[in-house]
């Protein structure tokens, strides 16, 4: 299996990103997938989920109507549009299953300056 984040970058405040992620070795058009992040010194939180088809998306409450996840299951890309970005989004965003993750990728970083 491999996740393979990519994207990230330095941004100012009310900026915008798409973050990609390549997955392989595993049926990725069965599976629901998820971006997490991970800010220094706190816990890695879900952020966002699709289910397999794409007809479903759920996001965490902070980033709803910024954050928008998408896919594309015959390239098993996994994506992420980003827009108002606030120096709280500063984080490494990984991707991987919502249920039974895989071990995590490297990640991209993404940070935000005020």
């Known amino acids: 299996v491999q996740l393979v984040e990519s994207g990230g970058g330095l941004v100012q405040t009310g900026g915008s990103l798409r973050l990609s992620c390549v997955a392989s070795g595993f049926s990725f058009s069965s599976s629901f997938m998820s971006w997490y992040r991970q800010a220094p010194g706190k816990e890695r939180e879900l952020v966002a989920t699709i289910s397999s088809v794409g007809d479903f998306t759920n996001y965490l409450d902070s980033v709803k109507g910024r954050f928008t996840i998408s896919r594309d299951n015959g390239e098993n890309m996994l994506y992420r549009r980003m827009s108002s970005l606030k120096p709280e989004d500063s984080a490494v965003y990984y991707c991987?299953?919502?249920?039974?993750?895989?071990?995590w990728g490297q990640g991209t970083q993404v940070t935000v300056s005020s």
């Open positions: 991987n299953r919502r249920f039974d993750v895989w071990d």
